[in-house]
């Protein structure tokens, strides 16, 4: 089994998408568990100047067990800006 996709990054700001840090992006999904396991990553449904309202999640993660979700939960919430808003 896996755990639904989880919102790891939330917009605080209203704006437009500016750069997406890809190194944090896969240190992000290898603490989810990519590659080794099938169903773990992340989803990012948003491009560089596409328009955000406050509260919408930037980026969504896959993991397979709870334990992984939380380990990249954790790293999200302290790995400073992943998806820049620019006002």
């Known amino acids: 089994g896996s755990w639904p ?7 605080t700001t209203s704006g437009r998408v500016g750069q997406i840090d890809n190194r944090k992006l896969s ?11 099938a169903a773990a990553g992340v989803h990012v ?4 100047g596409d328009p955000v309202e406050v509260g919408q999640p930037l ?8 334990g992984e979700l939380d380990y ?3 790293y999200a919430r302290s790995a ?3 998806v ?3 006002r």
């Open 84 to 86: 820049q808003v620019l």
């Open 59 to 66: 980026l969504f993660l896959h993991a397979q067990t709870r």
């Open 5 to 11: 996709p989880w919102p790891a990054s939330m917009a």
């Open 72 to 74: 990249a939960l954790d």
């Open 27 to 37: 240190r992000l999904a290898k603490l989810a568990g990519a590659p080794q396991r």
């Open 45 to 48: 449904q948003l491009r560089r």
């Open 80 to 82: 400073g800006e992943i």
